[in-house]
């Protein structure tokens, strides 16, 4: 038992340490090339910080054989968009509260409402078609909707390079260039292109390591603990791999950078709802009853709920992300009343 909660740890950590190391060279990318806020935010920053959920589900369905391992899989694909527009929106909208009761910030949002919308108005229907088609009308058109989903997101990028907005703001060095100033083999302050690659790969491959580590011991501590696998990576891994994106958002947010902030978790949410879920469609039976759709009932109805405001009130309140704790809560509470 104090063996495997410690390979979870260990898992977890070095995914944690490569998704920031990863999405720290992603945004030097960003900066290198002159990309917007939106294009830094709702892709390279989300797509980043998406990976550690991404390759958990791909670790445990292509190299973990049995029903628990494809339950760990699914837990995780529908975890991530769960988390994203419920506990992340929360943590937003409590980080501006938390700023405005110091008198750092008011008590709103300052965010690029289009780019905000456009991230939800693709995640939405696509995530919708995914999760109820199947449930309606069984697997027979899992392939047809995977195809779709990449070709919605291969639209959504598109969209997204071409919307208007602000250039990203200056943030910290990437950490291999201030490790060689640090050591004096460099003095450059732009590191060269083939440097940010390396910190990039290097990251994913020690998150792939640690993707490994995480889903052999979160098997093994579900079934010591008696726990349905599915349930129990859908409410643990993405609450731990969702870390990356709540820290960068809550950390813009609370600097005023919301639009970088939304974008991290709105567009995290559009690719959740894309690649991963085409992984369940097309290599697992996909069947979604019970904790599991009502989880994916609950991303849904929280988004729909941020887009309303977004486009009845012109603007996004911080109450309106505050909203997102309070559908974590009715999960919650539905899944301890409904295993007790």
């Known amino acids: 038992m104090f063996i495997d909660i410690l390979f979870l740890v260990l898992g977890l950590l070095l995914i944690l340490i490569a998704a920031e190391t990863f999405t720290n060279g992603i945004e030097t990318f960003g900066r290198k090339f ?31 054989k049995g029903e628990a391992a494809h339950d760990i899989g699914v837990g995780a694909i529908l975890g991530a968009p769960f988390m994203l527009s419920t506990l992340a929106f929360f943590l937003v909208g409590l ?20 780019s905000t919308r456009r991230d939800l108005l693709f995640f939405l ?3 919708s078609a995914a999760v109820l088609i199947p449930v309606a009308a069984g697997p027979s058109f899992s392939v047809l909707i995977a195809v779709l989903l990449v070709a919605g997101y291969i ?15 200056h943030s910290g060095q990437m950490y291999l260039s201030r490790l060689g100033r640090k050591m004096k083999l460099t003095k450059s302050d732009d590191p060269h292109l083939a440097l940010i690659l390396l910190q990039v790969f290097g990251a994913l491959a020690v998150m792939i390591t640690g993707a490994h580590t995480f889903v052999e011991a979160l098997e093994h501590v579900s079934l010591l ?4 696998p599915l349930l129990f990576a859908l409410l643990l891994a993405p609450v731990a791999t969702e870390l990356p994106e709540k820290f960068n958002s809550v950390t813009w947010t609370w600097k005023g950078r919301d639009t970088l902030a939304l974008g991290n978790i709105t ?3 559009v690719f959740q709802s894309t690649f991963p879920v085409c992984v369940g469609l097309l290599f697992t039976e996909w069947k979604l009853t019970g904790m599991a759709l009502f989880s994916a009932v609950i991303a849904l109805a929280s988004s729909l709920i941020v887009l309303a405001d977004l ?28 295993n007790t």
């Open 95 to 114: 980080t501006v509260l938390a700023s405005s009761v110091k008198k750092r910030r008011k008590f709103e949002m300052q965010v690029e409402t289009h």
């Open 155 to 169: 639209f959504y990028a598109y969209s997204t390079f071409r919307c208007e907005s602000a250039d990203i703001e």
């Open 267 to 269: 567009g995290a949410m």
């Open 311 to 338: 486009t009845f009130r012109k603007r996004l309140s911080p109450v309106t992300l505050l909203l997102g704790g309070v559908l974590y809560l009715i999960y919650a509470i539905a899944l301890v009343t409904g």
């Open 125 to 127: 229907p696509m995530y």
């Open 34 to 64: 002159s990309f917007s806020q939106a294009v830094v935010g709702s892709l390279f920053a989300a797509v980043g910080t998406a990976l550690p959920e991404t390759i958990l589900p791909l670790v445990a369905i292509f190299f973990y």
């Open 225 to 228: 603990f008696g726990m349905n």
